[in-house]
Structures are given as C-alpha cells and as structure tokens.
C-alpha cells in the first residue's frame, strides 16, 4: 500500500507540474503573439485572405470560427531569400515539428496505412508545398502563392482551412497562422467544431503560437549561421 501511495502521490506530482508548465508556456507565448478568434457566422471581411472556402460558407446556413495568430519580425533578421523560398523553409520546419506532436500521433493512429508516410520528415522536407502535396495525413495544399499556402482539412461534418502567410509591414515581416472551422447549421442539431472544446482550443493555441514563434526564431537563427559562414 505505501508503495501504492508513493506511485499515486508522483503521478499527481508530475500531473501538475505539466499542466503547470504548458499553462505558464501558454500564458508566455500569449505575450509574443497578437490572436485574435470569433465565432458564428462566417464575415467575408474577416477571411479576406483565405480564398478557397466556398461562398455558401458566408452565410447563415453555416455555423464557424476563425482563429488568426501573428508574429512580427525586422526584415533585417530573416535570411535574404525570396518569400517563397523563406514560406517554404519555415513550414517545412513547422510541419516537421507538428509530426512530432501529440495531435499529429493521433492522427497517424487514424490513418491509412497508405497516408502515413506523409507524417515522414523525409516527406515533408522534399516538399515546396505546391497544388495537391499532402501533408500529415489530413493537410492537402488547395492553393500555394509566394507568400501564402491554403491547406484544407475535413473531420467529420466539419471541414476548414488552415493557412500560412506572411506580408511585410513599415520594415517587419508579419507570419501568420490562421484556422477557419465551419459545419452547416441543422434545424435539429450541428456538429461540434474540435476547438468549441475548452481543452482542444487550449492546446490547439499553444501549438500554434509554439510553431509560430520558434518557427520565426528558427528562421532568424538560420540567417545568423549564414551570416556567419
């Protein structure tokens, strides 16, 4: 029985030192990262960037979300390539870190057999992130331009977007990342969208701005290594 108590006691232990951690981790990040979410109807002038979601989507026959996170960063910082070159290199470390994620294990576990090789790091760094590459299983790229890529994403009776695009700004460099949910609205019911779930939009946030913020880091780091050779 002490024994028992003693393995109880640092289960609980360790419990609460993680949940600890990834709520400060949050609380931190929420600092370094301008978000901004709404939830309803979908308005076309908050989605002005996201071209590929259907138009009945803007309606009252469906029920959404959007979630957009941003990070800002002195051009000066970022190595001297062309924004598509600098988009592809930073979601080719983003998405190869997300594999490694808990959400992205879930998602291999679901998978066909035939779909799991694009959780692969080898996969995702091959990839330019063009028309139709697929990417950890459920992220089909529906539009790729210099400075932005759409990928669309189905669950269930929810389908979405999510996007990755950077813009300049006086002199910054603006990334961001955006999340569009919408399922259609039902005189009876609707399907709920994963992040109405307090716990899901927690850890959906803390992965997204996570990615978002070292994903810039590493860029700028990587800018620095050239520097330096």
Not at 70 to 84: A, E, F, G, S, W
Request: with cysteine; charged share 25%; proline share 4%.
């Amino acid at each position: 029985m002490p024994a028992l108590l003693s393995v109880s006691a640092f289960l609980l232990a360790a419990s609460l030192g993680t949940f600890t951690y990834l709520t400060l981790l949050h609380r931190c990040l929420k600092n370094r990262i301008d978000h901004e979410k709404c939830y309803g109807s979908l308005l076309s002038s908050d989605c002005t960037t996201i071209t590929t979601i259907p138009p009945e989507v803007y309606t009252s026959e469906y029920y959404a979300l959007h979630d957009r996170a941003t990070r800002r960063v002195p051009r000066q910082l970022l190595p001297h390539q062309k924004d598509t070159d600098i988009l592809t290199v930073f979601l080719r470390r983003n998405m190869t870190a997300f594999a490694n994620f808990p959400q992205a294990y879930m998602l291999w576990a679901i998978s066909p057999v035939e779909i799991r090789p694009t959780f692969q790091a080898s996969h995702i760094s091959s990839l330019n992130f063009d028309k139709g590459d697929l990417i950890c299983g459920i992220y089909r790229v529906l539009e790729r331009s210099a400075d932005k890529v759409e990928f669309g994403m189905m669950h269930k009776e929810v389908e979405g977007r999510l996007v990755v695009r950077l813009w300049d700004e006086d002199k910054d460099v603006v990334f961001a990342s955006e999340t569009a949910m919408w399922t259609r609205m039902d005189e009876m019911h609707r399907a709920t969208m994963p992040l109405e779930n307090p716990v899901l939009r927690f850890f959906h946030e803390l992965a997204a701005w996570w990615l978002l913020d070292s994903g810039v880091k590493y860029l700028v780091d990587l800018d620095g290594e050239t520097d330096s050779e």
